[in-house]
């Protein structure tokens, strides 16, 4: 371990943990920013792009347009829902044209991060090509994603070690793993299911989509028609793309305020288009009628509806109910219906995990995440020098990403300014007692794996710094504009 005290320069001045989309906003708004900062980027995987390297089922591809899920700073212009490869490919791109290559340390994982208040530092514990070691930093970024990477949520069902085949979670896919003339159960209602069960169905299996209750699947077309205007105009990438994201914006936020203010309405609405686009082939009640409002959980976008032209064709069918249990051939629905199948994959969600699941300490004693309250969802009430990445539920993760490391170098540039080497969020005069709210409460989004888990993040309150509004225009402002000096930041 290295000498643990302030006259003892560190290794970096700044570590950020993660080179998925939000660990290369970071690194790049860092370098272009405060050139003068040492700092590096650890990857555990061996390489980079974090849930688009780990999700290699078929057909893996974005439910976000990548006009808005693409970064600000760098031009997308391709078709506005993207496979992983495509997506990967952009990544490893923005990476070499920012010239962060080079500041990426990949199988290096962190096991444990404890600050010294003598030292004004965090000291990692990682492990590093099979070897410990510690590495030391002023301030720790982490943008290591929300989940856990090393399994998914699966629930325990009855009767599992009886069936005969295989059962894959989408998280490990099973390389080789054969499609063609073979009957699949995909158990899942979310994007992971939508967007599995017709690629599956185009490599020639049979598909059956179980899901306990449904939800909206959103048809899109895979290009707009403003795309398709523009095109042709020969415009400056940097052009085309801002266009392109401005009015991906304002129709994700048009479309969002109606599911608040007209929820009816726009039920209606999804629920004749799949209606309309089914064609007879599946009835809509009960595969296509969900009763939670829209989007109180995540719409699955189903680019140029190819899962309803699946049904449609006759290779993906869909079952509704719960399930009573596996058996050697498929599964037994509690209605008595069977479910055929060699292959049963659980697209059952996610398993949430707060800050990778690292043990955090602060001067040796343990930090408990769950009853900090977060500023502005991105620092920590008495966590020192430490900024977190938490993307949007409705918008595209990547437009949070870009805020907050926008957010976070000018808090790095006042302190520098300042001679400061120590920022730690602050509950003002009359705010201890303050109630301790869920960082996403469910009336605002009830999606299960985000419900299951969320008692273990931070808390949110009930006024600004330490609100969380998962809304992009209302962040645009009060993050954008965010005062450093409101009380809330202590600095020494």
Request: charged content about 25%; proline content about 7%.
């Amino acid at each position: 371990m290295p000498r643990d005290d302030a006259a003892t320069p560190p290794d970096f001045d700044v570590l950020i943990v993660g080179a998925g989309i939000s660990g290369i906003s970071a690194g790049r708004h860092l370098r272009r920013l405060l050139p003068g900062l040492r700092f590096a980027m650890l990857e555990r995987a061996d390489a980079l792009g974090g849930t688009w390297r780990l999700h290699a089922y078929p057909g893996a591809r974005s439910d976000s347009d990548l006009s808005t899920f693409g970064f600000g700073w760098k031009p997308w212009m391709g078709r506005p829902y993207a496979t992983a490869q495509e997506i990967l490919a952009y990544l490893e791109e923005a990476v070499e044209e920012e010239g962060l290559a080079p500041l990426i340390r990949y199988g290096c994982a962190v096991r444990a991060a404890a600050w010294s208040e003598a030292g004004r530092r965090w000291t990692l514990e990682v492990e590093e090509g099979g070897t410990g070691r510690a590495l030391s930093c002023r301030f720790l970024w982490m943008c290591q994603g929300y989940y856990d990477h090393d399994r998914g949520h699966e629930p325990d069902f009855p009767g599992a070690g009886r069936f005969r085949g295989p059962i894959v979670h989408p998280q490990r896919w099973q390389e080789g793993l054969e499609a063609a003339g073979r009957r699949f159960a995909v158990i899942g209602s979310g994007a992971t299911a939508a967007t599995l069960a017709p690629a599956l169905a185009a490599l020639g299996a049979d598909v059956s989509i179980v899901q306990r209750s449904p939800t909206y699947f959103y048809a899109k077309p895979n290009e707009t028609e403003l795309a398709a205007l523009l095109r042709p105009l020969d415009l400056p990438p940097q052009m085309f793309h801002e266009i392109m994201r401005r009015k991906a914006i304002h129709d994700q936020t048009t479309f969002t305020r109606r599911c608040m203010e007209e929820p009816e309405a726009v039920r209606a609405e999804l629920i004749g288009a799949a209606a309309a686009l089914l064609g007879g082939a599946a009835p809509v009640d009960p595969h296509f009628s969900p009763s939670y409002r829209p989007w109180r959980q995540r719409l699955a976008v189903v680019p140029d509806g190819d899962l309803f032209a699946a049904i449609r064709a006759g290779r993906v069918s869909m079952v509704t109910g719960a399930i009573r249990t596996f058996t050697e051939t498929g599964i037994e629905m509690e209605s008595g219906e069977i479910v055929a199948a060699d292959v049963i994959v659980t697209a059952t969600g996610l398993r949430m995990s707060v800050m990778g699941d690292i043990p955090f300490t602060v001067d040796g004693a343990p930090f408990d995440f769950s009853q900090a309250f977060a500023h502005r969802g991105i620092l920590f009430e008495g966590l020192p020098n430490l900024a977190w990445i938490f993307g949007y539920l409705r918008a595209s993760w990547t437009l949070r990403a870009d805020l907050v490391a926008g957010f976070v170098c000018r808090l790095l540039a006042h302190m520098q300014a300042e001679g400061r080497e120590v920022v730690e969020p602050r509950l003002r005069p009359g705010e201890e007692g303050m109630e301790k709210r869920l960082l996403i409460e469910p009336e605002n989004f009830s999606a299960g794996y985000i419900q299951r888990s969320i008692d273990l993040f931070p808390k949110q309150g009930d006024r600004q710094p330490w609100l969380f509004s998962q809304d992009y225009e209302d962040e645009r402002e009060t993050i954008g504009a965010a005062r450093l000096d409101d009380g809330t930041l202590a600095f020494r």
